[in-house]
Nanobody, 127 residues
Framework: QAHVVESGGGMVESGDSLKLSCAVSGFNLEYYSIGWFRQAPGKEREGVAC????????YSADSMKDRFTGARDMTKNTVYLQMSGLKPEDTAVYYC????????????????????WGQGTQVVVSP
């Protein structure tokens, strides 16, 4: 059974960096892309980054390309979201999810293409 677990969230200050992890089990990263999403209080969930199954290439939303990037470690069955230059508006619950749909890393990410969602990890950025 496909399963993902996020970790690495916490409280940081504006300008700090943070690396989130998405540990996967029950499926092979060679065949599933991993998307990173976030949901801020009172806002809809949005896709922020994605790591493609075919070649491990990372994609990010245009507004975050210079600060957020994804990566994967096949030996650890883990996908990461590296965030830098964090701002208070980055405060959100961050989720990872798996997709076996072709081209699912095309932005904007389509949530319906992603299944096996994790419980999320909270990131709070103070001014």
């Amino acid at each position: 059974q496909a399963h993902v677990v996020e970790s690495g969230g916490g409280m940081v200050e504006s300008g700090d960096s943070l690396k989130l992890s998405c540990a996967v089990s029950g499926f092979n990263l060679e065949y599933y892309s991993i998307g990173w999403f976030r949901q801020a209080p009172g806002k809809e969930r949005e896709g922020v980054a994605c790591v493609s199954s075919s070649d491990g290439k990372a994609y990010s939303a245009d507004s975050m390309k210079d600060r957020f990037t994804g990566a994967r470690d096949m030996t650890k069955n883990t996908v990461y979201l590296q965030m830098s230059g964090l701002k208070p508006e980055d405060t959100a619950v961050y989720y990872c999810a798996a997709s076996g749909v072709w081209n699912s890393c095309s932005f904007p990410l389509i949530e319906d293409f992603f299944s096996s969602w994790g419980q999320g990890t909270q990131v709070v950025v103070s001014p």
